[in-house]
């Protein structure tokens, strides 16, 4: 595995693997990898002749006072990881290597990034959009892999890469979990052992929503009270962002559900702040 930090070289060699006909996969990620990275790169590895994984902390996706400077990282695990998993190339740039003083370009989808995530991050998904298209411009991938954990970023993602007509297959993967439930995140890492120890209550309050909902009950506004209820009782220390029912593809409000729909949530716990969702398939 070659170790690259300086986007045109890493634009060079992909450029000639694709003159040679081979093809590349892409795995962005921001590092300190855990079982859901590794899922990606497990999933992208026997799809491509070359698999390149990028760790880039991408600073204009962060608000002014979000953790872009405490983000939890370990370079040279990541390195060894990425390596054990089939990446050919690690791609871990400096910020300055990837954004000119100068840079005034944004890639935006402004429908599908205003609910959710986007009513407290309201710059978040502008930064995913502009560096993950960095990213295909720098690899020029045939396939790249994103994960359901993030499912308003891989929605968005999915649409910019329709309305761009940029040449990539874009694949979704599932949620990797721990054992009790609690969807792996580099994040979590932020969690005292007492706040660890509750975070579950969120996964199940999601699942019992969905067993709500398949149940019969179509009202989106009682099954958010519902997932709201379970989560206070649950999950006492922490505090919901937002707990939202929304259409899977367009991230529109849901108010009476009648077809598949996405349980989303976000919570404050301590210095995390945690998502999770649930598809449920009606
Ligand atoms: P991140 O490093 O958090 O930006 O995540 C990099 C990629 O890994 C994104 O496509 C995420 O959606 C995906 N990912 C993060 N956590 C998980 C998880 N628990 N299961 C599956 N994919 C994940």
Redesign the pocket.
């Known amino acids: 595995m070659r170790k690259i930090t300086d986007p045109k070289e890493l634009q060079e060699l992909c450029l000639e693997w694709r003159r040679q006909g081979m093809s590349i996969g892409l795995v962005?990620?921001?590092?300190f990898f855990h079982a859901?990275?590794l899922?990606?790169m497990d999933h992208v590895h026997p799809l491509c002749d070359r698999m390149v994984v990028t760790l880039f902390v991408n600073p204009t996706q962060f608000g002014p006072s979000e953790d872009l400077n405490s983000y939890p990282h370990d370079l040279e695990n990541d390195a060894r990881l990425a390596e054990k998993h089939g990446a050919d190339i690690l791609f871990a740039p400096e910020a300055d290597a990837m954004y000119n003083p100068d840079h005034a370009t944004w890639v935006q989808v402004p429908e599908l990034a205003r609910g959710l995530c986007g009513r407290t991050r309201p710059d978040h998904f502008q930064g995913v959009c502009t560096v993950v298209t960095k990213l295909f411009m720098l690899t020029q991938p045939t396939l790249a892999a994103?994960?359901?954990?993030?499912w308003q970023?891989l929605a968005i993602i999915r649409r910019m890469v329709q309305d761009l007509n940029i040449p990539v297959e874009i694949h979704g993967?599932?949620?990797?979990?721990e054992a009790d439930g609690l969807?792996?995140?580099?994040r979590n890492a932020y969690l005292t052992e007492e706040e660890r120890a509750c975070a579950p209550g969120i996964h199940a309050a999601l699942k019992a929503a969905e067993k709500l909902v398949l149940e019969g009950e179509c009202n989106a506004e009682t099954v958010k009270n519902f997932i709201r209820t379970r989560i206070t009782e649950s999950v006492p220390m922490g505090r919901a962002d937002y707990i939202e029912l929304v259409t899977p593809d367009g991230i529109k409000p849901v108010e009476s559900i009648s077809g598949p729909v996405l349980a989303a949530v976000a919570v404050y716990m301590g210095k995390a702040r945690l998502i999770d969702n649930q598809y449920i398939e009606v």
């Not at 969807?183 to 580099?186: I, L, P, T, V």
């Open positions: 962005p990620t921001m590092g859901g990275h899922s990606l994103f994960g359901q954990k993030d970023q993967r599932p949620i990797v979990r969807a792996m995140s580099s």
